[in-house]
């Protein structure tokens, strides 16, 4: 299968690519990320993006506009909508702009499907995730491949480390490099945070 495969990150697409790989498919990286800030990380992880693709002799497109008054429109419009245990109108967002863009793409270069390394973290919203990205692929008329990466997260960082990648200590917006560094924040949300991942393993038992 002819994969378009969304990439957060060059550390998050190790297992991914090796894991696709290993199935028999072709993957092409496709990296879009308008939600990283400051420009300095976002020019950072988009470099290091490219810097993996070469060495793992991966074609990867690469959309380089930097649009954080977008993102920044579009997250606090969505921060007005009430936060649940298993969700953020947020990241929600964030999700369904980036994965709505790589199956655009994908359906309009003759891709087969689309994912993202995105799958592969621990920290993300893994249910709300996938349940975007289904939509999306009904909505647009081309197949969401799904797997959970997670299941390889530690192979991943083994194997970046081996690479020599740079690893980034945060999510990649403003939003979560506060919930990184901001300790009141922290005590604030780690037990609401807690349940979600303690529910989110629950789900998938």
Request: glycine share 4%; charged share 30%.
């Amino acid at each position: 299968m002819k994969i378009l495969m969304h990439m957060c990150c060059g550390p998050c697409s190790c297992y991914p690519l090796k894991k696709l790989r290993a199935d028999g498919h072709a993957v092409t990286g496709y990296f879009f990320n308008p939600n990283i800030h400051p420009y300095r990380e976002f020019k950072h992880r988009l470099t290091t993006a490219e810097e993996f693709a070469a060495k793992m002799q991966m074609p990867i497109i690469v959309e380089r506009e930097y649009q954080l008054r977008d993102f920044l429109r579009r997250a606090l419009t969505a921060e007005r909508r009430p936060e649940t245990l298993y969700e953020k109108p947020r990241c929600r967002m964030c999700y369904a702009w980036r994965l709505h863009q790589a199956a655009r793409y994908a359906k309009e270069n003759g891709f087969d499907a689309f994912t993202s390394t995105l799958f592969v973290s621990p920290y993300q919203l893994h249910d709300v995730m996938r349940d975007v990205a289904q939509k999306i692929a009904v909505a647009e008329g081309i197949a969401f491949y799904y797997e959970d990466f997670r299941l390889g997260w530690d192979e991943g960082v083994d194997i970046c480390k081996a690479l020599e990648l740079y690893r980034q200590p945060y999510c990649g917006c403003i939003f979560s490099e506060e919930e990184r560094y901001n300790n009141r924040w922290k005590k604030r949300h780690g037990k609401k945070m807690k349940q979600m991942r303690m529910a989110e393993r629950l789900n998938n038992n």
